[in-house]
């Protein structure tokens, strides 16, 4: 049922990163009641990753950029909680997005969110609204190598959100490696809380920026920031290899050092450049990838892997909004002008109105250029282009089902398998606890298939006892209530 | 250049720690880590061995996606190291396999 008892309409906003509160903050100044769920303990997303307040940081912004917008957007969401215009769930980890259709005479759609209450993710809570706004962020993509499931080798993402939450490191001596925008605050937000950082290991070629010079001349603050990062590079005595790409991890139980090599034109290893460097810690990622998962299972059509979105952040799916990373990888910014964006939109949808495009010109001009910036830096900061023929047979692909190389390789060479699902169903690789996040862009390359969306039901595991139970049993949390009850 | 932890470089005026065990061997804990944050500042990087080969594991991506930091925690098997916070007194056991008696 939909919830207007207060004559208000209720937008959910599934996730707490720069999208999603940037969104909420718009909607609710506008009227709307807002219900904002986000896994996490603290709201944030990964970009504002908040350090537990236990640790009582005095400087977290040490460990953060843009950290006056993060000010605004945290300040900003005090106030509306505090307001009763938005409802903050934290600990909420979103599973399912459902949407009833409007019943007759046009009548608009209803969503129901359900949700874990974490970190155990087994008592069930629901979220009722009339329109939703994706904001469910990204994650990292990391292709194989051989010896990248030992301990010690973390996503450069994860190394991130470990020092930010949790104020820790994961050894004394690390490398950063992979390609993509990430690399530079992971390298720098590394060595500045105390790791030796031996290599920051870049496979692209940074003169292929060249080919772009004029939408770089557009971003003088991004080539600010590529200055700065530069600096503070040289400030730690940390060496950047670029063109060069990691062919190996070594160690027993654990990581020793890595072997790094340099790369020709054609994306293959130099011979004789390979040089083995001793390190603990391997922070390594090569781009991100959209969660798409809530907006598959309500059936919004994808452009690629990206939820395709119009110029008011619309899905194809009425009452549907979705902004930031899910819509296309490009930064926080870019997710706080999509969801600036969007929460003028629905505000206006939501009251039958059509939005006054002219209260969002700025920040609709601010995502265009982004977009632009974005995509020059996706054609720059690709892997090595013969990255699957260093993956030996032996190295596990399917971090989950342990299914390697040779046996994706089988299935394709020798069993015809033609497509992913095909070689899943052969291997049982992305049939594991991680649902083929990890292993799904590996195993579309070393099958030579393109990567296709994964359609999950489901975004994440759910108990089947959650599952079983019968709609309407005593398990709603009212849209007007905080947390959890258990009643 | 002086050394600096990260506790330095946000200046943490960290609550009191307290220990929890990992398979056995106490550990230090300060409030707010999650179970991996505090077995890494033990020096701790593993804590799960795979169902097929028995390989080590520990975090992966840091942010509950991979599930490769799986863990028993008080004799609950299969939590995410990198979400669940850590409390005063776990008994945090490495993870065989399923984790069941399988």
């Keep these: 049922m939909t919830d207007r008892t207060d004559g208000r309409p209720h937008l959910a906003v599934i996730g707490a990163g720069p999208a999603g509160l940037t969104a909420a903050l718009a909607a609710a100044a506008r009227g709307v009641r807002v219900t904002l769920v986000d896994s996490a303990a603290q709201a944030g997303g990964q970009f504002y990753r908040q350090t537990a307040p236990g640790l009582g940081a005095r400087r977290p912004q040490a460990l953060h950029h843009q950290w006056r917008t993060w000010e605004r957007l945290r300040d900003g969401l005090a106030g509306h909680v505090a307001a009763g215009r938005v409802t903050s769930l934290t600990d909420h980890h979103v599973w399912f997005v459902e949407r009833q259709s409007g019943t007759t005479g046009g009548a608009p759609a209803s969503f129901t969110v359900h949700a874990l209450l974490g970190p155990e993710q087994e008592e069930p809570v629901t979220v009722h609204a009339d329109a939703v706004l994706l904001a469910t962020g990204g994650y990292e993509k990391v292709l194989p190598f051989p010896g990248w499931t030992l301990p010690g080798v973390v996503t450069a993402g994860g190394a991130q959100a470990m020092l930010k939450g949790g104020l820790v490191l994961p050894g004394r001596t690390a490398v950063v490696a992979g390609t993509g925008p990430l690399l530079l605050p992971v390298a720098v937000g590394l060595a500045s809380a105390g790791a030796k950082v031996a290599a920051l290991v870049e496979s692209a070629d940074p003169r292929a920026f060249v080919r772009h010079a004029r939408v770089l001349a557009a971003h003088p603050a991004k080539l600010a920031e590529g200055a700065w990062y530069a600096a503070e590079l040289a400030r730690y005595r940390v060496r950047t290899r670029v063109r060069h790409t990691v062919v190996a991890a070594h160690g027993t139980g654990r990581l020793e050092a890595v072997t790094v090599a340099a790369l020709d034109g054609d994306g293959r290893v130099r011979p004789g450049t390979e040089r083995r460097i001793p390190c603990d810690t391997l922070a390594v990622g090569h781009g991100m990838l959209p969660h798409t998962d809530l907006a598959e299972a309500l059936g919004c059509r994808l452009d690629g892997v990206d939820v395709a979105v119009d110029d008011e952040q619309r899905t194809d799916v009425p009452g549907v909004w979705a902004a930031g990373e899910t819509t296309g990888i490009g930064g926080a910014a870019l997710a706080g002008a999509e969801g600036g964006i969007a929460g003028v939109s629905i505000a206006a949808r939501l009251n039958s109105r059509i939005p006054d495009r002219s209260s969002y010109a700025s920040a609709a001009k601010a995502r265009a250029g982004m977009r632009e910036f974005f995509a020059a830096v996706d054609t720059v900061c690709v892997p090595p282009a013969r990255w699957a023929e260093h993956v030996t047979d032996d190295t596990v692909v399917c971090r989950c089902e342990e299914v390697t190389a040779s046996a994706v390789r089988e299935a394709v060479d020798e069993l015809g398998a033609g497509d992913v699902r095909t070689v899943k169903l052969l291997t049982r690789a992305g049939m594991g606890w991680c649902q083929g996040r990890m292993c799904g862009p590996a195993v579309a390359g070393l099958a030579r298939c393109p990567e296709t969306p994964s359609r999950r039901p489901f975004a994440r595991p759910v108990p089947l006892g959650v599952l079983a139970r019968e709609p309407g049993e005593p398990h709603d949390t009212s849209p007007s209530t905080t947390g959890w009850d258990p009643s | ?102």
């Design chain 2, 1 to 102: 250049m002086t050394p600096r932890t990260p506790l330095d470089l946000v200046d943490a005026r960290r609550g009191p720690a307290f220990t929890v065990t990992f398979d056995g061997r106490e550990i230090t804990v300060l409030p707010g880590q999650t179970i991996a944050a505090a077995l890494w500042s033990a020096g701790i990087t593993s804590w799960r061995t795979t169902r097929g080969s028995g390989e080590p594991r520990g975090v992966f991506c840091g942010i509950g996606v991979c599930f490769d930091c799986l863990v028993s925690v008080n004799g609950r098997v299969n939590q995410r190291a990198c979400l669940v916070p850590a409390e005063a007194g776990d008994v945090i056991r490495t993870q065989k396999g399923t984790g069941h008696h399988d």
